[in-house]
């Protein structure tokens, strides 16, 4: 990793705090922003998910894509795809740091809405800073980086959350 600034100084002194700290940082990150109330269409809004979210036997690319899932419930990321529908928020999954910022670079999201472990969210944290990321941490039943798992309901909540209320209405 190339150290370019103090904002990077700062991101590897939080990686290099640990999990407990880490976990703090992302928790005073989302009460903030929703200390914040701002309100975001979700067309303005972006899910970013990790590729370990995808079922390590999977062979359907959602790298880019994902509406390429089948939806076979192996993994949560077909339901996450359909939250997105459903709430018309835009769901992408990437293989990695450098992907993720092409996106938020390529689709400029006003709220973006992360799924990782917490070293990766803080570091895009920092890399997309100021751009408001909510940070959900995966969980990790296999180890890290195969076949982590989110709760998709937690996904709408937080859409739901950013969304004003008579946007909210219209989708139910």
């Known amino acids: 990793m190339r150290l370019n600034g103090p904002k990077d100084n700062v991101l590897v002194s939080v990686i290099h705090l640990g999990k407990f700290f880490q976990n703090i940082f992302l928790r005073v990150n ?3 922003l929703r200390w914040r109330k701002g309100t975001y ?3 303005t809004m972006m899910i970013l998910l990790p590729r370990c979210l995808q079922h390590s036997a999977c062979t359907q690319n959602v790298v880019e894509e994902s509406d ?3 939806r076979c ?3 949560p990321v077909g339901d996450v795809v359909e939250v997105g529908r459903r709430q018309g928020t ?3 999954t990437a293989t990695g740091g450098l992907m993720a910022r092409e996106y938020v670079r390529r689709y400029q999201p006003r709220l973006i809405i992360a799924v990782a472990c917490e070293n990766e ?3 895009g944290m920092f890399k997309v800073f ?4 909510y940070a959900l941490i995966n969980s990790r ?3 890290p980086c195969k076949d982590t798992q989110i709760n998709p309901d937690e996904v709408e909540k937080v859409i739901c959350m950013f969304t004003p209320l008579e946007v909210d209405n219209k989708k139910k």
């Open 141 to 143: 039943p296999h180890g």
């Open 130 to 133: 100021p751009r408001p990321v």
């Open 90 to 92: 835009r769901v992408l």
């Open 30 to 32: 989302n009460g903030f």
């Open 41 to 43: 269409d979700t067309n």
């Open 68 to 70: 390429n899932c089948k």
């Open 73 to 75: 419930g192996r993994c």
């Open 121 to 123: 969210l803080l570091a």
